[in-house]
């Protein structure tokens, strides 16, 4: 699903020569529910912009569900971002003065895809917010807010789930809350995630943990089943 | 993305910031309703001049005399010299060389205080010979005109316009009644009919006496002079050939070979029309443009506050393009946006500006100016909303391209 061959990511910082990434080799398959772990400047963030598609590599290999994005340009990497990726954010990252129904539609207009409607109750449904479909953000909860927009990642039916410490901002019944509804949709529909974070207890839910250290893959753990 | 919910994320952004929409829309709305009303004052000033022509009476040509040349040939203004005779009308009368001409009359003008009773008024003074009415197309309302016997014996009578009659007689029936020109005692014994037409120029506004009277009494030192003649063409269609005649009689009568020498110079009412409406053209043109200026400064105010919403919302353009917007979809909605604002404003300004046409002429101090009434022609007012909207796109484009082009990573940290 996921194959990183070699991957650095290098950043000026004026005159300054940053490595983020100095070297990452990392497969991830269907199905599989990976945390990648590390103190921050460890380089996850970056690790995870560009397994968003959301940055491109300075150099190395990186196959999306058997594409290679490396080379791509900003709208070609848009519909990649749009088809195959569902994003979670700290800061779930709704659209303000939005309904979650229509935050949920969204990427299915960029997509233009005809159904909007009804796939978006679905997504709701599945992720147990269908009753909240025509609330604003403002009007939710920073747990309902995150439902909303883990269904707005799902509504494409994406190759990965992509999720950016996505309890962060959450308080521990609300963090336990969707940790278990990511574990839910992987065991379940077979959803392959891959969660950033940095917190022991909310890597702990995934089923390998894979640790970053100084743009370097330092463990790579897998729980027994 | 479809234009539907582009103006409906255009719609949600400018009701979610409604003072500042309405602040912004309401520079292009004073913009375009200047535009729409100052366009319909200079249609509504050309349509007024075109009547007050055509009052002159149809197919009439006029024949001044040329501009008298001073020392070294310095030409001394329009109609200084006296080439014209009685002569000269006469024989144009003739209609032996000139079939096309139906009537020419001699015009001797007098300027002078009018007093009746213990009214005074000031109106010009025409000395005319009895076809005045057939060539100027004047009707008579009460009374009589003059006759040629009136002509012959140097009658001091007048036929008077409306204007003279409101200023002069307040509720006394002015045929019959005496009044003064610049002390010379005159009867009244007609009143034209009003032609209507009001302020500069108006056709109302005469007094219309014997030639041979004004020479007698009004003219003083400047003798029998004719200043001006006034002849009428069959039609319409016969006035360029009946100016041709005209030109070849009076070059005849006043030995001159060479056109261009003329002592003469003739003109039609539509050559004056032509003029006119060359003026009245450019007196439009330029009330627009001075009015299309503050379109450019609300559009300034349009491409300012959408780099302030393009600015705010940069977290919200990094969060639809991580889910998948392209640079096509976020231009497209900050152009539609902007676009609306102008063309909300545009619109809104259209009313502003016709109802403020529409309503001018019942305000009572602007009708009874004699100000034109404005005139709001269509094409102007989709040309305004064309403008608005094109000022939409131009002043969006920057503020819109740059939204596209931000980087989703960097968007998506903006705080």
Known sequence: MIELQAVTKTYWMGKVEVQALRGIDLVVDEGEFVAIMGASGSGKSTLMNIIGCLDVPTSGRYLLDHTDVAKLDDDRLAAIRNRKIGFVFQSFNLIPRTTALHNVEMPLIYAGVADRRRRSIAALTAVGMADRAGHQPTELSGGQQQRAAIARALVTNPAILLADEPTGNLDTASSTEIMKLLGQLNREQGRTIVLITHEPDIAAFAGRVVELRDGLVVGDRRRAA | ?415
Do not use: C
């Open chain 2, 1 to 415: 993305m479809n234009v539907f919910e582009a103006l409906r994320i255009a719609f949600g952004g400018l009701l979610a910031n409604r003072l500042r929409s309405a602040l912004t829309m309401l520079g292009i709305l004073i913009g375009v309703s200047a535009v729409i009303l100052l366009v319909a004052v200079g249609n509504g000033a050309s349509v007024q001049i075109n009547n007050q022509i055509q009052s002159l009476g149809a197919n009439v040509i006029f024949v001044y005399p040329a501009n008298a040349k001073g020392a070294g040939g310095v030409s001394q203004g329009f109609g200084t010299s006296q080439t014209l005779t009685m002569a000269d009308v006469d024989a144009l009368n003739s209609r032996q060389q000139d079939p096309d001409v139906v009537a020419a009359i001699p015009i001797a003008q007098s300027g002078g205080q009018i007093t009746y009773s213990n009214q005074n008024y000031f109106a010009p003074t025409t000395g005319t010979s009895t076809a005045f009415p057939q060539v100027r197309d004047y009707q008579i309302a009460e009374g009589s005109f003059f006759t040629q016997d009136d002509v012959l014996a140097q009658r001091r009578v007048v036929v008077i316009g409306q204007t003279v009659v409101d200023n002069l007689f307040a509720g006394t029936d002015p045929v019959g009644q005496t009044i003064k020109i610049n002390r010379q005692s005159f009867r009244v014994i007609g009143v034209f009919a009003a032609k209507g037409g009001t302020g500069f120029g108006s056709q109302d506004n005469v007094v219309v006496a014997p030639i041979t009277a004004v020479w007698a009494y009004l003219s003083g030192n400047r003798g029998k002079s004719v200043s001006q003649i006034v002849a009428s063409a069959s039609s319409a269609g016969t006035v360029s050939q009946a100016e041709t005649e005209i030109t070849t009689i009076l070059l005849q009568r006043h030995q001159i070979s060479d056109p261009s020498q003329a002592d003469f110079q003739i003109q039609s009412q539509q050559d004056i029309l032509t003029q006119a409406n060359s003026i009245a053209t450019a007196l439009t043109l330029v009330l627009g443009a001075i009015a299309g200026i503050s379109l450019v400064v609300g559009g300034i105010g349009i491409m300012n506050i959408m780099l302030v919403t393009v600015t705010e919302r940069t977290r919200e353009i990094g969060i639809r393009k991580a889910i998948g917007a392209r640079w096509r979809d976020v231009l497209t909605q900050f152009l539609i946006e902007a676009m609306v604002l102008s063309g909300l404003g545009g619109a809104l300004g259209i009313a502003l500006g016709a109802a403020l046409a529409f309503e001018a002429p019942h305000v009572p101090a602007i009708a009874s100016s004699g100000f034109p009434t404005p005139v709001v022609s269509v094409p102007s007012v989709l040309l305004a909303f064309g403008v608005s909207v094109g000022i939409g796109l131009f002043f969006g484009i920057y503020p819109a391209n740059r939204a596209a082009r931000l980087h989703p990573i960097e968007a998506l940290r903006h705080e």
